[in-house]
């Protein structure tokens, strides 16, 4: 089975610093693990995903993860947070491949202060 | 870009009601799924649908619940009794190929409140 713990509820930061969201995973298989953002009344959209190529991973408007099977993490990262960046994020998690559901976390609130 | 429209994008019915949600996915994927997400809970996984059939369904997923895929582009879900605690925001999303490069593209949402 697949589940996926976020570490942080909420994270707040201040405008122009680094951001940091821990996400570990558990899965029986070689799993794929996303990351999605929700905008406040907005729907998901997908910010990046790891499918066993590159261990580190680039997703749009900067963001940034980073696979590590040791430590079965896979922390979402960006350099300098911009006030557009206040969201909920969600890791999520799927088994390596077939049609099968996602498994999301929790959510991690990001406030961005100016 | 292609992307999965939802309609209403919020539905308030009174409890013992039924609902239809509708989903309109990318025109060219083949699986299809539900997924809700309660206020200030995560999302949680509905029902898988391909080929016309359920795929998958999760336990919240019982006889009230129901989808289908009526005329080859909308793909609906329907909850046929609705109770206070089927209030939440569904999505639906969809998904090309079940390859690892793949994903699944949600829609915005509709936000379903029983009364």
């Known amino acids: 089975a697949q589940s996926v713990t976020q570490l942080d509820s909420h994270v707040s930061v201040s405008e122009g610093t680094p951001v940091l969201l821990r996400c570990n995973y558990s899965?029986?298989?070689?799993?794929?693990l996303f990351w999605y953002v929700q905008h406040p009344n907005k729907g998901l959209q997908l910010l990046l995903k790891?499918?066993?190529?590159?261990?580190l991973v680039k997703g749009i408007n900067g963001f940034e993860a980073e696979f590590k099977k040791s430590e079965t993490s896979f922390h979402l990262t960006k350099p300098s947070a911009h006030m557009s960046d206040a969201a909920e994020y969600f890791c999520v998690v799927t088994p390596h491949s077939g049609n099968t559901p996602l498994v999301f976390g929790k959510g991690t609130r990001l406030s961005v202060i100016a | 870009e292609p992307e999965v429209t939802q309609t209403p994008s919020h539905q308030v019915t009174q409890m013992g009601q039924e609902v239809i949600l509708r989903c309109v996915p990318i025109s060219n994927h083949l699986y299809f799924y539900w997924y809700r997400q309660i206020l200030g809970q995560k999302v949680e996984f509905l029902v898988s649908?391909?080929?016309?059939?359920?795929?998958?369904k999760s336990e919240i997923f019982d006889d009230q619940f129901s989808v289908e895929r009526p005329d080859g582009s909308n793909f609906t879900l329907k909850i046929r009794s609705t109770k206070l605690e089927d209030s939440a925001m569904y999505f639906c999303a969809s998904l090309g190929r079940t390859t690892s490069t793949d994903t699944q593209y949600f829609g915005p949402g509709t936000r379903l409140t029983v009364l």
């Open positions: 899965s029986s298989y070689s799993p794929s």
């Open positions: 790891y499918t066993s190529a590159a261990t």
């Open positions: 649908f391909y080929n016309n059939e359920i795929s998958e």
